[in-house]
């Protein structure tokens, strides 16, 4: 089945600084690339996804791109704010059904 | 559009007691469902998945069931409850995006 690896396991930066979290996937028929944020108690909520025909998708502050060929895939954020503070999980999929989820990754901007 | 409901919010059992969590989603016919759960600042956990009734897949053996008695809802159970089932569960539902209701914090005391 698929394995998806994901770094770094905590973050912290600084508020207007970049962060960036990558993920990689061993399965190479997966073909959708998901990621999560999550907040302390709260449910994963769908932020941003690509699919494996688009290298780069843009949302306001936060960007996905994707390398099918290393088979893997990276969250940008940029100019942090507090309320990124949060936990953020990758996922990859393939038909959409079985969704393979990384161990997530704690982003902490300071302030 | 689409929503899941998932309830209760949370749940304080103790030790060898039944449970039932139950969610259903709205708006939508056929979805694929699931059951996660996720211990303390842990990842997320894939425990049974169903696309359609009747049909449950169990990824990993538990103390833990799940039955789909319509094609909208889906009901995780346990006869006897240990203290390892605490956790965050989350009901998931998917049209090709997958989408978390809102969640259930089981203590096993």
């Known amino acids: 089945g698929e394995n998806v690896e994901q770094h770094p396991s905590t973050l912290s930066v600084q508020e207007g600084d970049s962060a960036v979290i990558k993920c990689t996937y061993s399965?190479?028929?997966?073909?959708?690339f998901p990621w999560y944020k999550q907040e302390l108690g709260k449910r994963p909520q769908l932020i941003i996804d690509?699919?494996?025909?688009?290298g780069e998708k843009k949302d306001q502050r936060i960007a996905v791109t994707l390398n099918k060929t290393a088979k893997h895939f990276s969250l940008h954020i940029t100019e942090t704010q507090p309320e990124d503070s949060a936990v953020y999980f990758c996922?990859?999929?393939?038909?959409?059904?079985?969704?393979?989820f990384g161990t997530g990754t704690s982003l902490t901007v300071i302030p | 559009s689409q929503t899941i409901h998932q309830w209760p919010a949370t749940l304080v059992q103790p030790v060898g007691s039944p449970l039932s969590l139950e969610c259903t989603v709205e708006?939508?016919?056929?979805?694929?469902l699931y059951w996660y759960r996720q211990a303390a600042g842990r990842g997320l956990q894939l425990l049974f998945y169903?696309?359609?009734?009747?049909?449950i897949s169990s990824e990993v053996p538990q103390n833990l069931s799940a039955s789909r008695p319509q094609d909208r809802q889906f009901i995780l159970s346990s006869k006897k409850l240990l203290l390892s089932d605490s956790g965050f569960y989350l009901c998931a539902w998917t049209n090709e995006k997958l989408f978390f209701g809102s969640g259930t914090q089981l203590s096993v005391l």
């Open positions: 169903s696309v359609g009734i009747g049909q």
């Open positions: 399965d190479s028929a997966s073909n959708y």
């Open positions: 708006g939508t016919s056929n979805p694929n």
């Open positions: 690509i699919r494996s025909n688009v």
């Open positions: 996922a990859a999929s393939f038909t959409g059904n079985q969704f393979y």
